[in-house]
């Protein structure tokens, strides 16, 4: 295998050119790869998931004692104190450092949904506000956006031409 030497700026820099297999490619990325915990992932994204979902009852509680609502009427006010909730800690930058460590457990809840949203604004708000925010805004959260109507869509057809899904 012969060597090259190229010079820039006084500095000699030696250049091997090998040519790898794809074989031998595989073997030394996976010499590489950082290990994963995976049992330790799935416990912190379960035990985070909980506690979001904990939070959550416990705003819906609070809206039910002290609101007087029902548990039906109490759910919307409740998913938006949440999302609140997790758009000023994104503002702060604590959401991102939990959602780091918990991963999928701080991602899935309607939590994660707004810190998706939160942080693509922020991350554009140099560009303006029409331009920058409302433009990027929906960039990561847009195709979650068009599944849920779509799968609502059809649900609801499925609904109107079968009778299935439930009461009215």
Same mark, same amino acid.
């Given at each position: ?79 938006? /104190?949440?999302?609140?909730?997790? #758009?000023?800690?994104?503002?702060? +930058? &604590?959401?991102?450092? *939990?959602?780091?460590?918990? !991963? %999928? ?38 195709? /979650?956006?068009?599944?849920?109507? #779509?799968?609502?869509?059809?649900? +609801? &057809?499925?609904?109107? *031409?079968?009778?299935?899904? !439930? %009461?009215?």
């Amino acid at each position: 295998m012969p060597a090259k030497t190229k010079s820039r700026s006084g500095a000699r820099v030696k250049l091997n050119t090998m040519s790898l297999t794809e074989q031998d490619y595989k073997e030394i990325a996976k010499k590489h790869k950082p290990k994963t915990n995976i049992f330790g992932n799935c416990l912190k994204a379960f035990f985070v998931g909980g506690l979001i979902c904990l939070i959550g009852q416990c705003i819906q509680q609070l809206f039910m004692s002290y609101g007087g609502m029902t548990s039906k009427e109490a759910s919307s006010p409740t998913v938006a /104190v949440l999302i609140i909730i997790s #758009v000023i800690l994104t503002s702060f +930058g &604590v959401y991102d450092k *939990i959602a780091q460590w918990a !991963g %999928a457990g701080s991602a899935v809840p309607v939590t994660g949904f707004a810190n998706s949203m939160c942080s693509s604004a922020l991350e554009s708000k140099a560009e303006g506000l029409v331009l920058g925010v409302g433009a990027n805004m929906f960039k990561l959260a847009g195709s /979650v956006i068009v599944f849920g109507v #779509v799968a609502a869509f059809l649900v +609801g &057809v499925v609904h109107v *031409i079968f009778g299935l899904g !439930g %009461a009215h």
